[in-house]
């Protein structure tokens, strides 16, 4: 089986690692890295990306005709905002290697960067295109006119957003399969803790997430001031934004937002450090992202299969779909309110043998069943179903 694998492939990246699954099981791969492009962004191109960020997406995006995105209340479609000549770069080193090396499967990590007409020209030569959706796959930033086009070429969707499954097969996919996020082998696995480590990062409740919605800095200050005694932190991305003066736009909430921003470490921290910071806590809490209007509410996120992954007991909001993947109160623990939420810290916090044996059967749960190895074993078998429909 020969795949043209392009996408951004990041060490440590869930498309490098679904990538490396496929060529554990036996294909042959050839990849091409968007990575290598963007390396060479020179200023103009950087004036371009913000020109079409701020003033082309938010005035002259395209209207909506699609019936999946007017469901969802969007009135216009994005724009790209990728540089052209970025764009442009990477899909003619795709349309090379397609012609070079005749693919059975071109295979898409998300959509919106390559061309209808590279996918075009992949099935002219006989290539099935698949698709992984890790996120939702009607986002508006990357579901633009042009990745509109792309979707409707598809031969295979995976996606690991359930909500997505009727949508996408709306939109003429026809093929759509559901698949859970998953963990990377050589990344997620437990540590063992030095002293120095408990002294570092050690606490009782962690929360390892990026500050992209305000609700998220609330909760985190709800939580902080109903369990003043407890030590909690978070440790991410982008909650410096929040400190700004234009996010203050009610009094009351200066107060209650600078509580918060005393439990907040900045910064990424993926892997290694991710597994010492979940093993020198007690309990880890795995929030989703919230829904609204037009975004629909995670059911179960990354951080859910590598939390036990990890060897960490997890503490989630509750919901059948997550449900599923790790039995409530065997290999999880789930709450259903805030006020649930708090009585369920300081529970598992008085309980430690409970939440080690939750801990450790969730560990075997996930090494078991969701590593994004066998994920790609499991789309190879999806193509042989399908190769001759």
């Known amino acids: 089986m020969k795949i043209l694998y392009p996408g951004s492939l990041p060490q440590f990246g869930t498309d490098r690692a679904v990538r490396d699954g496929l060529i554990k099981h036996g294909a042959e791969v050839e990849s091409v890295s968007f990575t290598v492009f963007t390396k060479d962004y020179q200023l ?38 990728f540089p052209q000549r970025i764009l442009d770069a990477y899909n003619q080193d795709i349309l090379k290697k397609l012609d070079e090396f005749r693919p059975d499967i071109l295979f898409l990590y998300h959509y919106h960067m390559i061309y209808p007409e590279t996918v075009a020209f992949a099935k002219s030569l006989g290539a099935k295109i698949f698709c992984f959706f890790p996120d939702d796959a009607f986002k508006s930033i990357s579901y633009t006119k042009r990745a509109r086009d792309v979707v409707r070429q598809l031969d295979c969707v995976i996606t690991t957003k359930s909500f997505n499954i009727e949508e996408l097969k709306q939109v003429g996919v026809p093929h759509v399969y559901f698949m859970t996020k998953g963990y990377i082998p050589d990344c997620h696995i437990p540590v063992t803790p030095t002293q120095a480590d408990y002294n570092k990062y050690g ?18 200050a709800d939580l902080a001031e109903a369990l003043p005694d407890i030590k909690f932190t978070v440790y991410g991305k982008h909650w410096e934004k929040f400190t700004q003066p234009w996010f203050y736009y009610r009094l009351e909430r200066i107060k209650k937002w600078r509580n918060a921003w005393k439990h907040v470490q900045l910064g990424t921290v993926i892997c290694n450090e991710m597994s010492t910071i979940i093993n020198t806590n007690k309990i880890v809490l795995g929030l ?88 790609a074993k499991r789309i190879m078998d999806i193509y042989e179903e399908i190769k001759d429909a």
């Not at 390892?208 to 998220?216: A, D, F, M, T, W």
Request: aromatic share 16%; charged share 30%.
């Open 44 to 81: 103009w191109d950087r004036i371009e990306g913000f020109f079409k960020r701020w003033i082309v997406l938010p005035f002259f995006s395209e209207p909506v005709d699609d019936p999946v995105m007017a469901a969802r209340g969007f009135r216009y479609l994005a724009r790209e905002t």
């Open 288 to 375: 989703a992202t919230p829904g609204n209007r037009v975004w629909k509410q995670d059911l179960h996120t990354q951080r859910s299969v590598e939390i036990p992954a990890c060897g960490g007991f997890m503490l989630a909001p509750y919901n059948a779909e997550i449900d599923s993947l790790f039995t409530e109160g065997k290999e999880a623990a789930y709450f259903r309110s805030f006020d649930d939420l708090v009585e369920k810290i300081r529970y598992y916090l008085a309980h430690e043998d409970e939440r080690q044996r939750i801990a450790e059967a969730g560990h075997r749960k996930a090494v078991t069943d969701y590593s994004y190895y066998d994920h």
């Open 203 to 220: 606490g009782d409740v962690v929360f390892i997430g990026n500050g992209y919605e305000v609700q998220r800095l609330d909760f985190i």
